[in-house]
Structure formats: structure tokens, C-alpha cells
């Protein structure tokens, strides 16, 4: 009996046929994303001959403007159904990436053509990441959130896991084109799971469509400011993920430069660790159910906060190689666990009726400042030197679980939602 219910646990409840293939839509897009990881830049320097500025401007301009274009994007689907929003963004995607290898087959690929795909997939994502999430919350019941999301995060690290190192294989054979196709056609096969879940999705209320205003562009950002149980989250998250991603092209430099790491073992210090989310994805219900969510909230994100300034030691040899396993392990294994809990629980402190707007603002905050630490860490790197910039990344991410929420929150329930009905931000210490 024990033994069932520890499995149970772990494994979860059955969410049901329309979740069932909104989840294997996620997955298509995040095998292709990943089997794609890295084409971009490959096509700028093997195909158009691009220096280091534009390979830059590629990640860290792109996603910038990328970023800016989605902000009027979270009020407008905040008016509207939201899967079809979701088709309408991997349409989108599909399109955009797939003017890429037709451009390349007639020879009339430019650099400013690499730059507006990447544009528009970025503002493409944030508006899916907005839609997907206040879609959920209208799909399952609140006990069922964080099931949901840890499903969501043990696959997006199972494709990490077997993504790139495919990518990389087909790459070898058939060029970086090859996999922005295989990009292009995961977002198709997603629009189709998600059209295929079929269900009715109840429309905006007018009086919602009449408050509408240009004011509203900001509303997101001041909903997560006037939650003081979001708002130390929502900066918490912006800059711990934007510090650990700034990091990562300066240790590119060091491992394949200084210390001459081949490419396949600097894939390899990456893609191995990577079970480590897929096993904390696992444990974050089990972890919530017996320690209650916020004091997993706080204890992962401390944690996860312990390992990036380890890669300041980083050396030569197979010692180097396995000290970066170990600490992307570490950190990677404590993501695992944050991420679907952090996830739920922004999720229920949210009311439905701004959770798009509220969503965008979060996913469009973090892109731009990821795209800025990048940038600011290029000039570090060149000024202090590569490894000194990653360990003064490290450092300043020790500091990041102090913006963590102190307190759990108080019992959270939408305007008007009768007491049955509303949702806490501490769900049962049940399984769901």
C-alpha cells in the first residue's frame, strides 16, 4: 500500500485526453528547439561569414527586440481564446523559421534575415509562454497545477538531454539548416496537437473587453509589483536565470579556448546534467506534499543558488570536465524542483482575468534582461578577463536567495470566486 502510494506520488494522476495532448505538443516544440539549439549562429558563421558582433546581435538583440515587440501582445490575448492563440504562435514560428531554408536554397540568405526570425520567434514564444500558462489554469482544477507543471519540466530536461546531441548528428551530415527545419516542423506538429484537443473554451466577458485600455500595457508589471508575495519572485527569477545565461558564453570561451575542451566534451558537461532536472521535476509534488510548497520554494531556490560560482575553479583535463558536470548537475537537479513549484504558485497568485498580461510581463522582463546581463557580461569578460566575469557571476548569484519570498502566503482566492472554489497558495498536504 506504501509503496503504491509513494509511486503515486511520483508518477501522478491522470490529467486527462486534452492535457494529454497539450503536453505531447510541448514536447514536439522542445525536441525541435533543442535539435536546433545553436543553428543560428552556425548559419551566420559558416554560411554568411559573420564576425563575432553580429553572432552576438543574434542572441542578444534579437531577444531584446523580441522582447519589446511581445509587450502589447500579453493585453491582446488576454482578450481573447486561448488556444487559438497558441495554434496562431506555432503558426507563426513555423513560418518564420521556415523562410530560413527556403531562403538558403535559392541563395538570397541575409544576416537581416536571420535577425527578423529571431524577432519574431522571440516575441512568439513570450506570447505562447502567456497564453499556455492562463490556459492551463482554465484546463485543470488548482490540485492539479503543479502535477502538470513538473510534467512540463522533466520533459523540457529530457529533451535537453537527447535534443542537442541529435541536433549536433544531423548538423554533422546535413548542416544547420537541416535542424531549422526539423525547428519548423515541430511548431506544425504542435498547432496540430493542440487543434486536435478539441473542448470548448469559453470567450472574454465584454465587460473585461470594455475595460480595456492603452494603460493596460503595463498592467502586468503592476500586478507583480502590488503582490508582495510575487513581486520579491518575480526579481528573484529575472535576475538568478539572467546571471546564470550571462555566464555561459564567457565559459564557452574558456572551455573551448583557454583550456581546450573539445566540442563534444563541452557538450557533453551540459547535455549529461541535465538528468538532474529530469529527477527533481520528479520529486517536486512528492516534496511539496510532504514539506508544504513554500518551504520547498525557498529551499530549492537557496539551494540552486550554491552552485554557478563553483565554475571559477574551473581547470584543464578530465578533472575541469567533471567539475562542471558536478556543478551543472547540482544546479540543474535544484532547478528541477523550483521550477514547476515557482510555476504553480504564480499560477494561484494570479486572478484569471490578468494572467496573460501577467505572464507576458514576467517572460518579457526576463528575455530583455537576459539579453542585457549577456551583453554587460561580453564587456566584463573583456575587461576582468573570461573565467574572473563567471565567477563574479556566481558571486552576485549567492545573493539572489534574499529576494526569495519570506513568508508563505496568505490564503489567495479571485475576486467573486465562491469559497469552495478558490485556490490556495499552499495546496493539501494530499496526493492529488
Known amino acids: 500500500m506504501r509503496r503504491g502510494y509513494r509511486l503515486g506520488l511520483l508518477l501522478g494522476p491522470r490529467l486527462g485526453r486534452r492535457f494529454g495532448w497539450l503536453w505531447g505538443a510541448y514536447g514536439t516544440s522542445a525536441l525541435g528547439t533543442w535539435l536546433a539549439f545553436g543553428a543560428f549562429p552556425l548559419i551566420a558563421i559558416?554560411?554568411?561569414h559573420a564576425g563575432p558582433v553580429e553572432v552576438g546581435a543574434?542572441?542578444?538583440?534579437?531577444?531584446a527586440v523580441g522582447a519589446v515587440v511581445a509587450v502589447p501582445l500579453g493585453p491582446w490575448v488576454e482578450l481573447r481564446r486561448k488556444r487559438p492563440v497558441l495554434i496562431g504562435m506555432d503558426l507563426v514560428r513555423f513560418a518564420a523559421l521556415l523562410t530560413i531554408p527556403a531562403a538558403y536554397a535559392l541563395g538570397v540568405l541575409t544576416f537581416f534575415q536571420l535577425l527578423l526570425v529571431s524577432i519574431v520567434v522571440a516575441a512568439a514564444d513570450i506570447?505562447?509562454?502567456?497564453?499556455?500558462?492562463?490556459?492551463?489554469k482554465t484546463l485543470l482544477s488548482a490540485e492539479d497545477l503543479l502535477v502538470a507543471n513538473a510534467r512540463f519540466e522533466s520533459t523540457a530536461w529530457t529533451t535537453t538531454i537527447f535534443g542537442p546531441p541529435l541536433g549536433g548528428v544531423a548538423i554533422s551530415f546535413l548542416g544547420p539548416v537541416a535542424t531549422v527545419v526539423a525547428d519548423a516542423v515541430s511548431y506544425l506538429l504542435s498547432a496540430l496537437g493542440i487543434r486536435a484537443m478539441g473542448g470548448h473554451e469559453p470567450r472574454p466577458g465584454r465587460r473585461e473587453v470594455a475595460r480595456m485600455r492603452a494603460g493596460d500595457l503595463l498592467d502586468g508589471w503592476r500586478y507583480i509589483l502590488a503582490d508582495?508575495?510575487?513581486r520579491?519572485?518575480?526579481f528573484n527569477t529575472v535576475l538568478f536565470n539572467g546571471l546564470v545565461m550571462a555566464a555561459q558564453p564567457l565559459l564557452a570561451v574558456v572551455m573551448l579556448g583557454r583550456l581546450g575542451f573539445t566540442p563534444w566534451q563541452y557538450g557533453l558537461a551540459f547535455a549529461a546534467p541535465s538528468i538532474g532536472g529530469l529527477l527533481g521535476s520528479r520529486l517536486a509534488r512528492p516534496l511539496v506534499t510532504r514539506f508544504g510548497q513554500h518551504q520547498v520554494l525557498v529551499v530549492s531556490g537557496a539551494l540552486r543558488a550554491l552552485w554557478p560560482v563553483g565554475l571559477a575553479f574551473l581547470g584543464p583535463g578530465i578533472g575541469g570536465l567533471l567539475l562542471v558536470m558536478g556543478v551543472e548537475l547540482g544546479l540543474i537537479f535544484c532547478c528541477g524542483v523550483f521550477n514547476p513549484v515557482y510555476a504553480t504558485y504564480r499560477l494561484e497568485r494570479t486572478v484569471t482575468d490578468r494572467l496573460a498580461r501577467t505572464l507576458s510581463a514576467w517572460a518579457v522582463t526576463a528575455k530583455a534582461s537576459t539579453a542585457f546581463l549577456t551583453a554587460l557580461w561580453g564587456v566584463l569578460g573583456g575587461l576582468l578577463g573570461p573565467r574572473t566575469a563567471v565567477g563574479l557571476a556566481g558571486v552576485l548569484v549567492l545573493a539572489t536567495p534574499l529576494l526569495l519570498p519570506r513568508r508563505a502566503a496568505a490564503h489567495f482566492s479571485e475576486p467573486g470566486a465562491p469559497a469552495a472554489e478558490?485556490?490556495?497558495a499552499v495546496p493539501p498536504q494530499a496526493p492529488a
Not at 543574434?58 to 531577444?63: D, P
Not at 506570447?127 to 492551463?136: D, E, H, I, N, V
Open 127 to 136: 506570447t505562447f509562454r502567456a497564453a499556455s500558462g492562463a490556459y492551463l
Open 46 to 48: 559558416q554560411v554568411l
Open 228 to 230: 508582495a508575495t510575487l
Open 232 to 234: 520579491p519572485l518575480f
Open 58 to 63: 543574434l542572441s542578444s538583440v534579437g531577444a
Open 422 to 424: 478558490a485556490h490556495s
